[in-house]
């Protein structure tokens, strides 16, 4: 037996963004918000969307004869697993070597960097204060 696949692909997160955007909407109504910026017909809106229902990420309720679906899960919380697996995945689950990866790569600028010293320093003085 095959795994349930979890994770969103790229084309999935642009349907999970527009929808955390907008809160709920039923597949017309994605489809219009999506066809200038990705081309889509109604039938990949809905099958995608048919499919992240069915991943737990999204919740279809009808209303008369249309289906109104929403978010089942915040966006932070979505984006801290897929950090969690990346960390896990890739680092074994220490986050230092996935910062430095980052760095590294120049995915950070140096006000990103200043602003991760400012909050790891935020980080140690909270801990303290609760030792």
């Known amino acids: 037996m095959s795994k349930k696949r979890?994770?969103?692909?790229?084309l999935e997160w642009?349907?999970?963004?527009a929808l955390w955007t907008?809160?709920?909407?039923?597949a017309t109504d994605m489809q219009r918000m999506l066809k200038v910026k990705q081309g889509w017909a109604y039938s990949t809106v809905k099958t995608m969307l048919d499919r992240l229902v069915e991943m737990g990420y999204v919740k279809a309720r009808r209303v008369g004869n249309v289906y109104e679906y929403s978010p089942k899960t915040k966006r932070p919380t979505v984006v801290g697993r897929?950090?969690?697996?990346?960390t896990v995945r890739l680092f074994d689950g220490s986050v230092a070597?996935?910062?430095q990866c980052l760095i590294?790569?120049?995915k950070m600028t140096a006000g990103e960097v200043e602003e991760l010293r400012a909050m790891l320093e935020n980080y140690s003085d909270e801990k303290e204060s609760k030792s």
Request: proline letters at 4%; zero cysteines.
């Open 104 to 106: 590294e790569r120049g």
């Open 82 to 86: 897929m950090v969690d697996d990346v």
């Open 97 to 99: 070597p996935f910062i």
């Open 6 to 10: 979890t994770d969103l692909t790229r």
């Open 22 to 26: 907008t809160g709920q909407a039923t």
């Open 14 to 17: 642009v349907l999970m963004d």
